[in-house]
């Protein structure tokens, strides 16, 4: 037996295994509105668990519920997927402490057991930009496992006689997954000239997105084309195949 050796304190480790303990003695709650809005708006990580399995671990710098709620209002509109099978747990970190990723540190421990595979299949992921359109979804990401819900329920449209530009706010604002469409970010003054032809809708009570895209390109001239990706839609005056399209509606 050696008579001496080097001692090095990890303060990682120890970090890493006190937030470990923390959180593993808490008790998952369903990720429902009401258990999210109970909680106080501080920063923190949290674990994510489907039909009980740990699948995710992220961290919010400002608000977990804000956080949290991105992910209830997500999973909302995906398919293949309830929210009744979510739960979550959490605990709130010091500012000065989310320097050191603590989200980082409980993931390393848990990676290696198999668990956090949302941590890698582009669960976190927003709106990846218009360059990554044309990108294979791989069969293991989110938004292959999980595609959005083309039959979600949007809601009445208001106008009782909606443009294009009505519906396309509508969708925007009722959709639990991005829609992005040219001109969404411009003034209306230098938006397509067609966002204000008129727009009927067979039924303004009961309308799905499905409902809406077919009613939009119905009201738009030949050109323009819509097309639900495993993740998200939209909207180019464009005739193009995609290869990862769920659905295409073209006018």
Not at 121 to 134: S, V
Not at 159 to 169: C, E, F, H, K, Q
Not at 185 to 211: K, M, S, Y
Request: with cysteine; aromatic share 10%.
């Amino acid at each position: 037996m050696p008579y001496n050796a080097d001692f090095r304190l990890s303060i990682t480790r120890a970090l890493r295994d006190q937030l470990a303990d923390s959180i593993e003695a808490l008790s998952p709650a369903a990720l429902t509105s009401s258990n999210i809005g109970n909680l106080d708006a501080r920063p923190g990580v949290y674990q994510l668990y489907h039909y009980g399995d740990l699948v995710y671990i992220g961290k919010a710098d400002g608000s977990l519920p804000s956080r949290l709620r991105e992910h209830h209002v997500k999973i909302l509109g995906r398919t293949k997927i309830s929210l009744q099978d979510m739960s979550f747990t959490c605990l709130y970190v010091e500012e000065d402490l989310s320097a050191v990723a603590p989200e980082t540190l409980l993931i390393q421990r848990h990676r290696g057991a198999g668990e956090v595979p949302w941590n890698y299949n582009g669960f976190g992921n927003h709106d990846p930009g218009k360059q990554r359109d044309t990108t294979t979804v791989r069969g293991d990401h989110f938004d292959a496992l999980y595609p959005i819900d083309l039959r979600f329920p949007c809601g009445q449209v208001e106008m009782i006689s909606p443009t294009v530009r009505d519906v396309l706010t509508h969708l925007r604002s009722s959709l639990p997954y991005t829609f992005r469409h040219e001109g969404n970010r411009q003034a209306v003054a230098r938006q397509p000239a067609e966002f204000g032809l008129p727009c009927p809708l067979p039924n303004r009570n009961h309308t799905t997105a499905d409902d809406l895209f077919s009613a939009l390109a119905a009201a738009l001239p030949p050109g323009w084309q819509i097309t639900a990706l495993p993740g998200y839609v939209i909207m180019y005056k464009e005739q193009r195949a995609y290869a990862s399209t769920l659905q295409t509606y073209r006018s």
